[in-house]
């Protein structure tokens, strides 16, 4: 049988990737609603039907409202006109919640409802989820929102199974976009509840009155603010996408007027003793005043109709809106050390659902502007306000919060995640008890390993893959480093519990091991192929199974960082792009969606790899997953490696028995490569395996000496203490180079023989300092340009903090700073870590080395630095 050529099938397999990229009918088919654009004036627009196909989603109606009610909806006729029947109402998503998915974004939905509460039709009209973009359709989003027509508002919906006895009506997820439609959940049930609340579908809800505890103090200002009895609003420039500014856009102080002792120290004794004969029984009273801004909390909406559409109140589901008679004057305020503010008001909630005993939020409402595009969205800003516990009798009220969607997800799956946790724990104590296991296996019996390892690929496989669906992807990485430098949300990454898991298990072990035991071990798709190719040698095949030759192997390992490398770049630009291109990985097809459910493209990728997968042991791991190539590089820091002994150098044993082919000519292994097989940490100890322990058995056999155990050093033990282990090492081996290292070890000359602070200043120093004499002597240009470069790249980050660059443009900056480093320090600090950071084990920097140094070390600087801009509010997105 004829076997690819190597340079063919690194072609086909990116023109294949390139094929379902580009051309895959699954592409075209979400290219519908992904960042579509949305109408001009959206956000603001009286008459939004005019804009938006509101008669898809409301079928029957042929006449619909302008905006009205606060947060606004459109009620939907039959017919215009007095005789005109009410049908029911429509609602855009994005005006009552952004509840972000996946993306960070929210998906904007427009929704119809009845009369009485049911949902009659749902539309996405944008979302930004890669996900939906090519790697499931988008009619599975369809598919998911029409699972809510006919359903009530006032019903519990939940994502996963039915649960009567709790009153829980489940609804099916979209395989592999757990988050995503989540969030969707949160976003239909939100909107539809507060519409329904606000029109009367819902009874509002009854809240216990108040019981105040009044001391009759007089209480300053500051003293109103240190006891959280007056709250503080601000909201600055650039988070509605304006230019930077020193100034806030507005800044509010706000606190509750109807607690007697808050309400006298506001506004004097016979102010409020004028406000309470103003106010009937069930209604309350709040200030507001403006302290900075030239924008006016009251909006403009009372001008033309009554309403002041800037600000509400929010508490819990229910939200609280001011018309002209709501308002009353507020002249001045009477407590010591208040500020000077240049617009204020009292409004009065008459509302009985309200009750100031629990907590509520003031919301002030805008409109936030995509600086890119210039597109407007609404948006809004909450402060929580809450009485002191002190100024209620029996203090505070015990509130039962809902819990997190999250929280309910790995309650429902509480089984299922013990058993992922006990599994990856399993295989984390079994992998770190290795040697014990190896030591009673040999060349001939491998079970003591096998029984483990063959057991780890069938959970990974049918477990893992294809029940918990836990596939970790190139894209989980992306979307990870871009919410590390924009916008981290705990509760998005917790929506999918195993994924979860997967990453705390994988990031771990890397760092312990390096990346064979994930990829090795656990990873559902290499599991896959490395089953496919011992079933296929089980069968009769292994005549047929065969490596790469070496150099054709060292050549298309580099396949896979390029591919890491080019999405990471385009990811920079475009998520989705990015999304279209990591088709390259077949995970989604094959344990996400399914082959059934795909186009035939990439069923054909998938039966391509899995094909070369039974000739070729695991061909996509070694050439082409950038998932892979993105572990890779940290596992160049691993703490643990494998083991070797000075003749590794010169016997080949172990680099001919080594599937992944990451044993070199002189016996290092690279553990970048490796997959942690195992086989040659057999050999190490067999003494019928390993060719030196085996000749050094059979001298002893033939002069009737000891057989001493194998020491760590993988040689017998001495016979008598005086004799050395190395007079064991053979004469070829002992002039060779040490291959316990990756690379031949070295130790800085400024790093010898000093105490532990100037340990501690040099390691330091070395980190952040790339230039050195060496490099100096042999590249002085080159120094010269990274010492300018570098002055360049400190003045990005000075002009970021102060708003003058984007997020955009610093990476731009540091990406190329970093590109540089790796040169200044080729040229002159040529050495890396091997081992715990702590130990001074030194050696020699490949490129490959070094880059991995580099890029690690810089992001993690990076992220430190856009996480304390992003504190501090500094970033412009």
Not at 14 to 33: H, N
Not at 169 to 180: E, F, H, K, M
Not at 756 to 770: A, I, N, T, V
Request: aromatic share 12%; net charge positive.
């Amino acid at each position: 049988m004829l076997l690819p050529k190597p340079r063919f099938m690194a072609t086909l397999w990116l023109a294949l990737a390139l094929l379902l990229s580009a051309f895959a009918p699954g592409a075209r088919a979400a290219s519908g609603t992904y960042e579509a654009e949305l109408p001009a004036g959206l956000a603001t627009a009286k008459d939004m039907c005019a804009l938006l196909p509101c008669k898809d989603v409301f079928p029957g109606a042929t006449y619909f409202s302008e905006r009205k009610g606060q947060p606004p909806y459109v009620e939907a006729y039959d017919k215009a006109g007095k005789d005109g029947k009410l049908l029911g109402y429509v609602m855009l998503s994005t005006d009552i919640t952004d509840t972000p998915a996946y993306s960070g974004k929210p998906v904007v939905t427009l929704i119809g409802m009845d009369k009485i509460g049911h949902f009659v039709g749902v539309k996405v009209l944008k979302h930004s989820e890669p996900i939906l973009l090519l790697g499931i359709p988008e009619s599975a989003l369809i598919n998911f929102n029409n699972q809510y027509i006919g359903k009530s508002v006032a019903e519990k919906l939940e994502i996963g199974q039915s649960r009567p006895d709790e009153g829980v009506v489940g609804l099916d997820a979209i395989s592999g976009a757990t988050v995503t439609v989540i969030a969707q959940n949160q976003v239909m049930m939100t909107s539809g509840s507060t519409v329904a609340r606000e029109v009367g579908i819902i009874a509002p809800t009854v809240r216990e009155p108040a019981h105040y505890k009044v001391t009759g103090e007089a209480l300053t200002w500051d003293e109103l603010v240190g006891r959280g009895a007056v709250q503080h609003l601000r909201v600055m420039p650039e988070q509605l996408g304006l230019d930077r500014s020193a100034d806030p856009f507005i800044e509010l102080w706000f606190g509750d007027l109807s607690q007697p002792d808050i309400g006298k120290s506001v506004l004097g004794a016979t102010s409020w003793d004028s406000l309470k004969l103003q106010l009937k029984e069930g209604e309350h009273a709040i200030f507001i005043i403006r302290t900075a801004g030239r924008e006016s909390f009251k909006g403009s909406g009372f001008v033309r109709g009554g309403l002041y559409d800037r600000v509400q109140v929010k508490q819990d589901a229910d939200s609280f809106t001011f018309r002209d008679l709501d308002y009353l004057n507020l002249y001045g305020v009477e407590a010591a050390g208040a500020p000077r503010f240049n617009e204020s008001a009292i409004f009065i909630i008459r509302s009985k659902a309200f009750s100031d005993a629990y907590p509520w939020k003031l919301s002030l409402l805008g409109n936030r502007v995509d600086r890119a595009t210039g597109a407007k969205s609404f948006t809004s800003f909450d402060s929580p306000y809450w009485l002191p516990a002190s100024m209620l009798e029996g203090g505070r009220p015990k509130v039962d919060v809902p819990q997190a969607p999250w929280v309910r997800i790995w309650k429902a799956r509480g089984v299922e995640i013990i058993l992922f946790v006990v599994l990856l724990v399993a295989v984390t104590v079994v992998y770190a008890l290795r040697e014990r296991l190896t030591r009673l296996s040999t060349h001939k019996n491998k079970w003591p390993v096998n029984a483990f390892k063959y057991t780890a690929w069938a959970l990974s496989i049918g477990f893992v893959g294809f029940g918990a669906m836990a596939q970790p992807s190139i894209t989980q990485v992306l979307t990870w480093f871009h919410a590390l430098l924009f916008q981290w949300t705990w509760s998005l990454f917790l929506s999918d519990p195993f994924i979860f898991l997967f990453w705390i298990f994988i990031i771990a072990t890397v760092f312990l091991f390096g990346r064979g035991l994930f990829c090795g071990w656990m990873c559902p798709f290499g599991s896959l192929q490395e089953a496919l190719y011992k079933i296929a040698r089980f069968v009769g095949l292994g005549r047929f199974q065969t490596k790469l030759p070496q150099k054709w192997h060292d050549r298309l390992k580099w396949l896979k960082y390029a591919i890491f490398f080019f999405l990471l770049t385009v990811s920079m630009f475009s998520m989705g792009l990015a999304e279209k291109l990591s088709e390259v990985e077949p995970f989604k097809t094959t344990f996400l969606v399914g082959v059934m459910n795909r186009a035939w493209p990439y069923g054909l990728f998938v039966a391509a790899i899995l094909g070369v997968s039974i000739f070729i042991e695991r061909p996509y791991c070694k050439y082409i997953c950038p998932l892979g190539a993105s572990l890779a590089m940290p596992s160049t820091f691993r703490w643990f490696g494998l083991k070797r002994k000075q003749d590794c150098n010169s016997c080949k044993a172990c680099a001919v028995g080594c599937g992944a082919q990451a044993i070199d000519a002189d016996g290092r292994i690279d553990h970048r490569e490796c997959l942690h097989c195992l086989d040659c940490m057999i050999l190490y100890t067999d003494t019928k395996g390993c060719p030196p322990l085996a000749k050094e058995r059979k001298r002893r056999e033939k002069d009737g000496l000891e057989m001493t155990p194998i020491g760590d050093n993988g040689y017998f033990f001495p016979i008598y203490p005086a004799t050395s282990f190395t007079e064991q090492i053979s004469a070829k081996a002992v002039g060779g180079p040490d291959p316990r290292m990756p690379t031949d070890p070295t130790l800085p000359a400024h790093k010898v023989d000093i105490g532990k602070l100037e340990w501690l200043w040099l390691e330091l120093r070395d980190h952040l300092w790339p230039w050195s004499s060496e490099g100096w002597h042999s590249q002085r240009a080159l120094q010269v340009a990274g010492f300018s470069l570098a002055i360049a790249a400190t003045v990005a980050w000075i002009m970021t903090a102060m708003g003058t660059l984007s997020s955009g443009a610093i990476i731009g900056w540091w990406f190329g700073w970093s590109v540089y480093e790796v040169l200044i320090r080729l040229s002159g600090r040529r050495y890396v870590k091997d081992g715990p950071w702590w130990r001074d084990h030194y050696r020699v920097a490949g490129v490959m080395d070094m880059l991995s140094y580099v890029g690690f070390k810089n992001l993690l600087i990076g992220a430190a630095l856009f996480l304390a801009l992003k504190s501090f509010g500094l970033l412009i997105p």
